[in-house]
Nanobody, 116 residues
Framework: QVQLTQSGGGLVQAGGSLRLSCAASGSIFSINVMAWYRQAPGKQRELVATITSGGTINYADSLKGRFTISRGNAKNTVYLQMNSLKPEDTAVYYC??????????WGQGTQVTVSS
């Protein structure tokens, strides 16, 4: 089992920045991929970025250049740095982990609100 604890988020004006954190605990050795997703009101959850245990990173095309996913030195923490935020970035952001056995785990979600 993997537990994910998120922190960060909040209210920011358009053009501002926020950093989200996600700390994994439990069977972290089993994690192959960590990811950030987001879900805006009335919309489906969408993938924001992924980072593999080997360090390969991918982003949603629409977010490249503004969002950066990274890992801490201990590799059990993942960050999402969000710059030049827009009102359309307003959503609940979720951290996720996928194990080698394809089990998925989710953080509790954190609200990001960008005011215009």
């Amino acid at each position: 089992q993997v537990q994910l604890t998120q922190s960060g988020g909040g209210l920011v004006q358009a053009g501002g920045s926020l950093r989200l954190s996600c700390a994994a605990s439990g069977s972290i050795f089993s994690i192959n991929v960590m990811a950030w997703y987001r879900q805006a009101p009335g919309k489906q959850r969408e993938l924001v970025a992924t980072i593999t245990s080997g360090g390969t990173i991918n982003y949603a095309d629409s977010l490249k250049g503004r969002f950066t996913i990274s890992r801490g030195n201990a590799k059990n923490t993942v960050y999402l740095q969000m710059n030049s935020l827009k009102p359309e970035d307003t959503a609940v952001y979720y951290c996720a982990a996928i194990s080698a056995a394809m089990a998925s785990y989710w953080g509790q979600g954190t609200q990001v609100t960008v005011s215009s």
